[in-house]
């Protein structure tokens, strides 16, 4: 017998969760004829502990509150984060690196988390027999153990409490030793240690902390290491002599609170090089690496924020640097060269290039016959190679009228980076290219022959990655005499690149000022339609630093869901000359804001973006900058995803908890000054949020590993949601990280299958 039910009326959906209310305590604050409270200051005391468990729990309450805003996301993160880690290069070793007779390469071991550093013997294995399986290290022609392991990370990471991070890594002239520096995360710095490659063992000595630079003397007989204070200024330089018992050199020491030195030798390793910064000077030091207590003799002093490098050659010392010429101040970097036997003083120094205002130079590499230039023409990138040692009847000519050797590349190089190259006597330069339409391509150049290889990238239409261990077919370029206007392209077979299926367009957009700002819109080719895609919107400008436009692969994931990815290289940043830069710092900082501003309205205007799907994206600094956007035009946004940000610039340059350093001061701005102080609270993200406005739902990340403290992250979510309007679709969320993602893919793929998720559900759900 059949019975009839009634039917259930659907249940209605769950109520949205609410967000944590933290506790207010006002504390008042004023500077410069200026008063303001700040009712979450409470947040950044570290040794109040009431407020620290206060914070403990307010923490607890923004986890369990943004696993419920993303709960509904689960299934879609777990495909995201599927999606992404099947794209992770699965590289099974780096590409070997040839220096003197022994190849040097990183590769995994199955089932560990670290990677091992290891090395063969060129003449022993001309190429990786063991191309599936470089783990065995083992040559099945001789039967012989073809590997030496110098340091398995894995080990390491036994020494530091589970964790092994790296920051420096040098191997000595002599190939003799190892010197490197650990992170100990209990501490909070990085530990300095030299290790015996011929017997695998720690040296009993140099064992320093707080290590921020090291540079080898004396054929690897002697190792010179700079050490920092208690807030994390390089304010010491000393030399240890590896294998003797006594104690380690000072060479250099500054008190002054204002100075930081480094160190580093020259590419030949016949001298060491020391910089000394200053908020009056910049000054460059010459060590003799074969005495290295010997004495430092001056080869530069110029105005501070400049950018010094010296290098050696044949008896000639080079300097590339961005320095005042003759007092008047230049946009972009210039290559110098005096003799190394020069007396005069101050010494005399030469151009090696006249000045051209259309072809600049980004970046200089040498060996023992050629220079190599990164150069930009016209906003496009590219290599060029000169034949050293110079001619001194060329020496100040253009440079179309040197020999020029030019390598070809594919269309949308956003950037070029030279090295590692260790190996002065080598004519073969390695570089890596990045583009936003092309995984990053590592290349070996031999500058003698013209020939260009392909050692490393990531074929993503095969989802494999392509290293070819010295067995790969090379393309011969031709020399290309005296003409930089030839615009050869590279056969688009060779590169894997992935234009067939994702557009890159480049545009410039007026800003406010009439200043044009360069903007870079990527898009699937097949998901493109004029005004209905949702966008996402990239931004940094600050520190002089180009915005990363390279290929990503998690953003795989959103181009082919038909979102638009664009990037605005606002002002303040990189790429357009020293002048680009200082029209975005510190009391011109509110120029990048408005930049981009102007960039996502042009999105909308020009219909690249849905007009209510507008996303915005920015990392550290660039989260200070997509933040003071939203407080100017919050309307503008729908979402926006703000990573270890930079938000209440107004406290931490004020009363630093953490350690700052100059640059973030000539970034921002000294609170002491009072045009400097209007300028930091005129954009700070945290002093202007906009009361009784509707924002943007926001995911803000944030770590206790960063170097911007948690509380600023957590002030401002908190200052967010008291004062704008509450709408629990556009929620503000605040995910937290114990571990430093960069260093584990687990998390790499987790945290971008989160964001993505974020994303898509506050856009296009």
Not at 671 to 681: H, N, Q, V
């Amino acid at each position: 017998m059949e019975i009839c039910k009634r039917p259930q009326k659907p249940q209605p959906p769950p109520a949205p969760p609410s967000p944590p209310k933290p506790p207010k305590k006002p504390v008042s604050f004023s500077l410069h004829g200026e008063s303001w409270e700040d009712e979450y200051n409470w947040m950044s005391q570290l040794n109040d502990k009431v407020a620290m468990r206060h914070m403990d729990v307010y923490m607890e309450q923004e986890e369990k509150y943004t696993e419920a805003v993303m709960s509904d996301t689960e299934r879609l993160q777990s495909k995201l984060q599927s999606e992404i880690a099947s794209r992770l290069a699965a590289e099974l070793a780096t590409p070997p690196l040839r220096w003197g007779p022994w190849l040097y390469y990183r590769r995994v071991e199955e089932g560990k988390q670290y990677t091992v550093l290891c090395r063969r013997l060129a003449k022993l294995n001309e190429e990786f027999i063991s191309n599936k399986s470089p783990s065995s290290g083992f040559d099945f022609t001789s039967g012989k153990k073809i590997e030496q392991k110098l340091l398995d990370y894995n080990q390491e990471a036994e020494r530091f409490g589970g964790y092994a991070y790296e920051e420096l890594s040098e191997v000595s002239p002599d190939h003799r030793y190892l010197a490197y520096t650990m992170y100990d995360k209990d501490n909070d710095y990085f530990k300095l240690s030299v290790r015996d490659l011929n017997f695998g063992s720690l040296c009993s000595k140099p064992q320093a902390d707080r290590v921020s630079n090291i540079a080898w003397a004396k054929d690897g007989q002697a190792l010179l290491y700079v050490v920092t204070d208690n807030k994390k200024r390089p304010f010491r330089i000393y030399c240890s002599m590896i294998g003797s018992n006594e104690e380690d050199v000072l060479i250099l020491e500054e008190p002054q609170e204002n100075v930081h030195l480094s160190v580093r030798h020259t590419k030949d390793f016949q001298y060491l090089t020391v910089n000394v910064f200053s908020t009056q000077s910049s000054k460059v030091y010459l060590i003799n690496a074969a005495d290295p207590l010997s004495g430092l003799t001056l080869v530069w002093e110029c105005e501070p924020n400049t950018h010094c490098i010296v290098e050696h050659h044949q008896g000639y010392l080079y300097l590339f640097t961005d320095a005042a010429m003759q007092g008047q101040p230049v946009d972009h970097h210039y290559l110098l060269r005096s003799p190394v036997t020069s007396s005069c003083i101050p010494r005399n120094w030469e151009n090696v290039f006249a000045n051209d205002q259309l072809l600049t130079i980004e970046d200089v590499d040498f060996c023992h016959s050629h220079l190599l230039l990164i150069v930009k023409d016209r906003q496009k990138y590219g290599l060029y190679s000169v034949s050293l040692p110079l001619s001194n009847d060329k020496v100040g000519g253009h440079l179309q009228e040197f020999n020029l050797q030019k390598l070809p590349f594919p269309d949308h190089v956003s950037q070029i980076f030279p090295g590692p190259n260790y190996d002065f006597n080598s004519s073969t330069m390695r570089f890596t290219i990045t583009s936003p339409v092309m995984p990053d391509a590592v290349v070996d150049y031999d500058l003698l022959s013209g020939q260009w290889t392909i050692v490393q990238q990531q074929n993503l239409l095969y989802e494999r990655t392509r290293v070819l261990y010295g067995s790969a077919s090379s393309t011969s370029n031709s020399r290309i005499p005296n003409n930089l206007s030839e615009n050869s392209a590279a056969d688009e077979s060779t590169w894997n690149d992935l234009s067939e299926y994702y557009a890159c367009d480049e545009y410039e957009v007026p800003s406010y000022d009439g200043a044009l700002i360069p903007l870079t819109i990527l898009y699937s080719r097949h998901r493109k339609t004029n005004g209905e895609n949702p966008g996402l919107l990239h931004g940094h400008g600050a520190y002089g630093e180009v915005l990363d436009k390279r290929w990503r692969n998690e953003m795989k994931s959103l181009l082919d869901r038909g979102w638009v990815i664009a990037y605005a290289d606002v002002r303040g940043g990189g790429g357009g000359g020293r002048k680009w830069y200082h029209d975005g710092r510190r009391t011109k900082k509110l120029n990048s804001v408005k930049d981009y501003i102007c960039c996502a309205k042009f999105l909308i205007e020009r219909e690249v973006v849905q007009e209510a799907k507008l996303a915005g994206c920015g990392y550290s600094a660039g989260g200070f900058l997509v933040a003071s956007a939203i407080n100017y035009c919050p309307d503008l946004f729908r979402a926006a995803v703000l990573k270890v940000p930079f938000l209440d610039p107004t406290h931490t340059l004020l009363l630093p908890i953490l350690p700052l350093t100059p640059d973030d001061y000539e970034e921002f701005g000294y609170p002491g000054d009072i045009e400097d102080f209007r300028s930091i609270r005129e954009c700070s993200p945290y002093d202007n949020i906009r009361k009784d406005a509707l924002y943007p739902a926001i995911l803000v990340t944030s770590s206790f590993n960063t170097r911007f403290g948690v509380w600023e992250a957590a002030k401002w979510v908190a200052r967010v949601r008291e004062y704008s309007i509450y709408d629990p679709s556009r929620p503000v969320i605040l995910n937290l990280t114990t571990d430093i993602v960069e260093e584990n893919r687990y998390l790499q793929s987790k945290e971008a299958a989160m964001e993505t998720a974020f994303l898509i559900k506050m856009v296009d759900s």
